[in-house]
């Protein structure tokens, strides 16, 4: 059996599958409604995740959509820590924190938070790595090959996440606290976001819990022809269950309770036996 603990939550086959609630503190998130300018606004929207069913907060501070310039260490860091710091005096839920950036990181764990999701697959700094191992936290590697996005066809997928599987051995970090996330989005285009969903299965051959992120991204849009993510939700469920089919375990989601629900249903469904 393929498992993970996720900052002390189980995760894996044969375990009911979690729901990440996706929380951004970034003026330039392409869903508007997920982004929070306070602590307090976070921690608003964190409870309501929570009572929705989210078993983990992901917060982010920097936009990774297309198109967007990156912003300074020091506005990540002024945006993210005082949040993470605030979060864990008012919740128990464990917070993943979405950073390239291995000072954050450490910052950010030192705060209380208890995951690093990294989706430069532990590429974009050559510290961060060697962070995660000594503090002994948690983390989701996305597949990379050099930038988030251009890891395309699913053996390409496969191939990236091995090489940051190998980061992970190399700096003796514990794997049984490592998930993998095939990187649905990220400007890739939607054939190839479709292909790697259509393909997920494949990526059992890592070893590792799967953890998959297409709540009212583009893919969703555009096979719809929705311009507007607000009206994406109906098509982001649909392919979760997908995604959960093909063996997806983790669910990042900006909308706990609907997600939650689906999920449920389809194992139900997955698990019944006459």
């Not at 995951?115 to 700094?125: C, E, I, M, R, T």
């Not at 510290?127 to 936290?137: D, P």
């Not at 285009?189 to 992120?213: C, F, M, Q």
Request: with cysteine; charged share 25%; aromatic share 2%.
């Amino acid at each position: 059996m393929t498992s993970a603990d996720l900052a002390g939550i189980k995760v894996g086959d044969d375990i009911p599958a979690v729901v990440v609630g996706a929380i951004n503190l970034s003026p330039n998130s392409f869903y508007a409604e997920s982004y929070v300018k306070t602590p307090e606004g976070a921690l608003r929207k964190a409870l309501e995740m929570i009572e929705g069913g989210a078993g983990i907060i992901d917060i982010g501070a920097m936009s990774t959509a297309p198109r967007t310039k990156p912003i300074s260490e020091r506005t990540e860091r002024q945006r993210l820590i005082r949040t993470v710091k605030f979060l864990c005096k008012e919740i128990d839920a464990p917070i993943s924190v979405d950073t390239q950036r291995a000072s954050i990181a450490e910052e950010a764990i030192s705060a209380g938070a208890q995951v690093v999701n990294d989706v430069s697959g532990l590429k974009a700094d050559e510290r961060m790595a060697g962070i995660i191992s000594r503090l002994g936290c948690s983390a989701i590697i996305m597949a990379c090959k050099n930038k988030p996005g251009d890891a395309k066809t699913i053996e390409e997928v496969i191939g990236a996440l091995k090489e940051s599987l190998k980061i992970c051995e190399r700096e003796k970090i514990d794997l049984q606290k490592i998930v993998i996330d095939p990187g649905i989005g990220f400007g890739k285009g939607t054939k190839w976001d479709l292909h790697i969903l259509s393909n997920l299965e494949k990526l059992s051959i890592l070893k590792r819990p799967i953890y998959v992120a297409v709540s009212r991204k583009t893919l969703i849009g555009e096979v719809l022809g929705l311009k507007n993510p607000a009206d994406r939700l109906f098509g982001s469920l649909g392919a979760t269950v997908i995604a959960l089919l093909k063996g997806a375990r983790i669910i990042r989601t900006h909308d706990p309770k609907e997600t939650l629900q689906a999920i449920r249903v389809a194992e139900a469904i997955m698990r019944t036996k006459v």
